[in-house]
């Protein structure tokens, strides 16, 4: 086929890589920063991470909609639980944002080691497990970013890891799926509005005190 050749010049490679990616704001006291930036606002909630290879550094439209669900919601005090925790930022976050306990859950060793990491970087006491760890007690908050298909396959899971009366934030989305993932929680929860971001998705639901609906 016709093709072209053309020549790419040396350059500072991670310089360039470093450049893409700039201090993300979610709030008005909550940043993301990479550790080669200076936080633009030194009195804010910083929570410093690089782009690696766990998902979640804040530039998805799902992890800032959880990341500023939580700036609004979170009450001091309370344990959670970051099903699915990626590169362990929510976890982190929930921590700096007062929360008692965060202990963040994946399938991938790389996401768990990775999110330690980043929980040693920003100073936080986040627990880290991988899925088939014995199961923590259940928790006032559950977070659960990951896709559609698996939120649906692991609501039965979710739904035993909320305290009744407790809170589940559920993302990764689309908005054509909402009303599907919805109706498989309301088993066990009464749902609140979708919050949407660039065709993307938040859900949250309160956990029934008398157990799942028939």
């Known amino acids: 086929p016709n093709h072209q050749l ?21 709030s008005t006291r909550l940043w993301i920063v990479p550790t080669w930036h200076v936080p633009p606002e030194t009195q804010a909630i910083n929570i410093i991470l690089d782009p690696g290879l766990a998902f979640g550094t804040g530039s998805h439209p799902t992890t800032r909609l959880c990341l500023a669900w939580l700036d609004r919601h979170l009450q001091p005090g309370t344990r959670m639980i970051d099903y699915g925790c990626g590169s362990g930022i929510l976890a982190i976050a929930a921590m700096k944002l007062g929360a008692r306990q965060a202990i963040g859950i994946d399938i991938d060793p790389q996401a768990v080691l990775t999110s330690r990491e980043n929980a040693g970087q920003n100073d936080v006491q986040a627990v880290f497990l991988e899925a088939d760890a014995p199961r923590p007690e259940a928790a006032e908050l559950v977070v659960a970013n990951i896709l559609s298909n698996p939120l649906i396959v692991l609501a039965p899971l979710l739904a035993e890891l909320t305290q009744p009366g407790g809170t589940i934030v559920l993302s990764g989305i689309l908005v054509p799926q909402s009303e599907k993932v919805a109706q498989v929680y309301r088993r066990w929860y009464e749902m609140s509005p979708v919050i949407e971001e660039e065709g993307w998705v938040l859900l949250s639901g309160r956990r029934r005190v008398g157990g799942q609906s028939p």
Request: proline content about 5%; cysteine-free.
């Open 6 to 26: 053309t020549r790419i010049e040396e350059q500072d490679w991670v310089r360039l890589t470093q450049n893409q990616f700039s201090p993300i704001r979610i």
